[in-house]
């Protein structure tokens, strides 16, 4: 197994809750995950003495679910604070807990009660058997049909395309060592393919079943304009993972077929026209061949931009922070309970 899970003054596990209007479900979700990491033979998979943070991720929340959060810091010091300026989406609120959380082991849940805190602990016992990154699998999905069979497309699609062998690749739940954690750079609604970027950068990748309960408060945050955005963001997962670092070959390919094509077509028209004495100028066949050379030069332009880009790792900002409670990262000293910074 990969590295030492201890860390002098980190915590154990890090969970991470992203959370966009979900103030009715939090007293219990937090209930719920306290009691679940209370359990002593999940806290028997770490090395003593167990410890862990709890960041939640309020992504933009308008129904007070920050402020909520602020009175429950007075009591846990281990809950930490992120709160967006806006909504920002799933994924950067997502992002705001990887690059902020210090645990040597993540685990993420929603925070609609849809997922059962009470899966972590086997989530966990699988990822210590010798994985990177364990998903739950919501098997029995209590959701409405306008949410279950896209999702059904959605994950068949993506198990054809890449070859990975999972049932969901979009649960809440999932357990990740840190170094998948740190390797992710999502943007878009990319969260949805993180098992799939884990997976093709070498990662051990796998999923258990895990209890998934109706939505009790609220409603879902993803309607099914989602499918759209959600196919450009395959293929962009597509492009990066497997042509980020040269471009060239992508567009270089499909700049070679557009003009061997191209030049194809005009050779035939020239031929016919020097031979057969064709007029050529009336011809669309003459105008297809010419298309496909200009595209065959925009191809070949989009590829050189794309290696130069590749050389540019300067990183877009994804969203920007209104405020933080008890979050150690940000703080010049050390923070008691409850502290309020503001940040950036
Ligand atoms: N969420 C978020 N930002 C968003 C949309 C959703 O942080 O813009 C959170 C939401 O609060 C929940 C989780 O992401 O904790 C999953 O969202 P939801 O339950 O609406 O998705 P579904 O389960 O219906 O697919
Ligand atoms: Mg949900």
Known sequence: MSAPLFVPGKPRLSVIVPLFNERESLPTLIEEIYEALADKELRQLFPEPFSFELLMIDDGSTDGSAGLLRDEIERRPEIRLISFQK??????????GFRECSGEVVVTIDADLQDD????????????SGYDLVGGWKKNRCDPFSKTVPSKIFNTVTRTFTGISLHDFNCGLKAYRREVVDLLDLHGEMHR???????????RVTEIPVQHRPRKFGE????????FPGLFDFLTVLFITRYLRKPMHFFGMLSLAGFLAGFGISLYVTVEKIVFDQAAGNRPILFLGILLIILAVQFFSIGLLGEMLTRDTSRTQLYTIRETVNLRKHAEAPLTPGHHQKDQ
Do not use: D, S
């Open 87 to 96: 909504n920002f989406g799933k994924t950067a609120a997502l992002m705001a």
């Open 193 to 203: 393919y993180i098992p799939v970027l884990a997976h093709w950068n070498g990662f």
């Open 117 to 128: 805190p009470l899966a972590i602990k086997p989530l966990l016992a699988r990822l210590f």
């Open 220 to 227: 879902t945050k993803f309607g099914p304009g989602r499918i």
